[in-house]
């Protein structure tokens, strides 16, 4: 069975940065694409950021370009997401996900595997 588990989240001003990890157990990770998802209260959850099983396709949401970057080291089994000027409508619970095939995903349909969530809030 797979664990996800995500760490680094917390509490930052706008303008600031956070570096947000997902680590991996139970197999390895590095034939499966990885993703970054957020939800906040009443709202569906959203995608995020999402990278290939080579780290050589990413994906982002529009509203984080530029300013998110995923990233994974599957050495380590674990996938990365380097949030900066971060803006308080970033405030969230950060997923990360392990996807059912090797290329890079955005649907949430397209992932098997979930982490329980790491809290993000960005005051203003």
């Known amino acids: 069975q797979v664990q996800l588990v995500e760490s680094g989240g917390g509490l930052v001003q706008a303008g600031g940065s956070l570096r947000l990890s997902c680590a991996a157990s139970?197999?390895?990770?590095?034939?499966?694409?990885m993703g970054w998802f957020r939800q906040v209260p009443g709202k569906e959850r959203e995608f995020v950021a999402a990278?290939?099983?080579?780290?050589?396709?990413?994906e982002y949401a529009d509203s984080v370009k530029g300013r998110f970057t995923i990233s994974r080291d599957n050495a380590k089994n674990t996938v990365y997401l380097q949030m900066n000027s971060l803006k308080p409508e970033d405030t969230a619970v950060y997923y990360c996900?392990?996807?059912?095939?090797?290329?890079?995903?955005?649907?949430?349909?397209?992932?098997?595997?979930w982490g329980q969530g790491t809290q993000v809030t960005v005051s203003s």
């Open positions: 990278i290939s099983w080579s780290g050589g396709s990413r």
């Open positions: 139970g197999r390895t990770l590095s034939a499966n694409g």
């Open positions: 996900a392990l996807a059912a095939r090797a290329a890079v995903a955005s649907r949430l349909n397209e992932y098997n595997y």
